[in-house]
């Protein structure tokens, strides 16, 4: 994944000007509600990846769960949410449960070359798909 300020100089060449995350920072970016964001290989499910990760407590994968449940029970945010794929994630992918849950038309999501970390030039692709996408 690039650093901070690489992912900073891509969005600021391309004049953006919303909320961007990766793996489990996206699960609390859905929770910002009425702001565009970019969702890069997103954790939508933190009660299952985490476990595998490290040892947990039954009772923090079951809270994540409880958390999950409401966020996806909410109504579609399709309008102001776009992911960006890569096609060899090794950890883990939603594409498919994004497709049913954010999916609009097929415009709201790019899968690009790459694995959890995504090289900076197919990543710079998604953000313009995402900025194509968010009439930027």
């Known amino acids: 994944m690039l650093n901070y300020s690489e992912t900073m100089e891509i969005l600021s060449n391309l004049k953006f000007d919303m909320v961007v995350a990766s793996s489990f920072g996206c699960f609390y970016a859905l929770h910002l509600e009425n702001v ?10 933190p009660s299952v990846e985490i476990p595998k990760l490290t040892k947990t407590k039954a009772n923090f994968a079951s809270e994540f769960s409880k958390i999950e449940k409401k966020l996806y029970s ?20 939603y594409l498919d449960e994004f497709k049913s849950n954010f999916s609009f038309k097929d415009l709201n999501y790019a899968v690009v070359n790459g694995k959890h970390k995504i090289s900076k030039g197919e990543l710079e692709k998604g953000f313009i798909k995402a900025r194509d996408y968010f009439n930027v």
């Open 36 to 45: 565009p964001k970019i969702l890069i290989n997103p954790c939508l499910h």
């Open 74 to 93: 909410k109504e579609k945010m399709i309008k102001d949410v776009f992911g960006i794929f890569g096609n060899s994630d090794e950890l883990f992918s």
